[in-house]
């Protein structure tokens, strides 16, 4: 199956600053997902966009789609100590449709106090 | 209660051992999953139970055999594994298993070494 890429795989910020992760992938999408695991634990959802959406936001987090570039962000603001962690992005693909999410590599967020 | 609860949370096991990993959900949910995530890598699927029936199997090698004895358990019999099979196994429930994937709720996840 197809995989998502993501960039940077590894960002070291201050705390305070902005994040930015980007995703991309391969096929059409009924929707993308992001997620973050603290290291060695389980994955927590943190946001849900589908395809006809184009932005969404939670809290300090931002996410964007663009289906014509097949690809997505997600912008932590005001970044703490406590985001460090992996994120990962998730697509849930048409062509498999009623199937599978398909991880992306992931994304070491490292935020320094 | 929006938890997904798994033990145990490490296990070590010889090649010839048999053992099971547990999950457990209370959400109502009837979609349950298994994945397993090497260091440094994004999870990779390898079960899904859809209302207790086996909907995918990932070419899973017969040494990992699921079971879901109810739509709140779901459990991962280990037997004759090899080294290359330890990993961090996670369990994840949603609500259902359709056409569209839905935010899907993992446990902590159990840390499997095979000595």
């Known amino acids: 199956s197809q995989q998502g890429e993501e960039d940077p795989q590894a960002l070291s910020i201050q705390e305070g600053e902005n994040a930015t992760m980007n995703c991309s992938y391969k096929?059409?999408?009924?929707?993308l997902q992001w997620y973050r695991q603290n290291s060695g634990r389980g994955l927590v959802h943190l946001i849900l966009i589908r395809s006809n959406e184009r932005e969404k936001h939670s809290g300090r987090l931002r996410v964007t789609l663009d289906t014509s570039k097949k690809s997505s962000s997600l912008l932590i603001t005001a970044s703490r100590a406590a985001d460090t962690a992996s994120y990962f992005c998730a697509t849930d693909e048409r062509e498999t449709s009623g199937s599978r999410l398909t991880f992306g590599e992931g994304t070491q967020l490292t935020v320094n106090p | 209660d929006t938890e997904v609860t798994q033990t145990p949370k490490h296990l070590v096991m010889g090649m010839t051992n048999k053992k099971s990993l547990k999950c457990e959900q209370h959400m109502g949910h009837r979609a349950m999953y298994w994945y397993k995530q090497k260091a440094k890598k994004p999870p990779e699927l390898m079960f899904v139970y859809s209302y207790e029936k086996l909907s995918i199997n990932e070419s899973v090698p017969s040494r990992f055999s699921p079971e879901c004895p109810n739509s709140s358990l779901l459990n991962l019999h280990l037997h004759a594994l090899q080294p290359e099979d330890s990993a961090l196994y996670l369990c994840?429930?949603?609500?259902?298993?359709?056409?569209?994937?839905?935010?899907?709720?993992f446990g902590p996840g159990t840390r499997l070494l095979v000595l």
């Open positions: 994840a429930s949603s609500h259902r298993h359709g056409r569209t994937q839905e935010t899907q709720y």
């Open positions: 096929t059409s999408i009924n929707n």
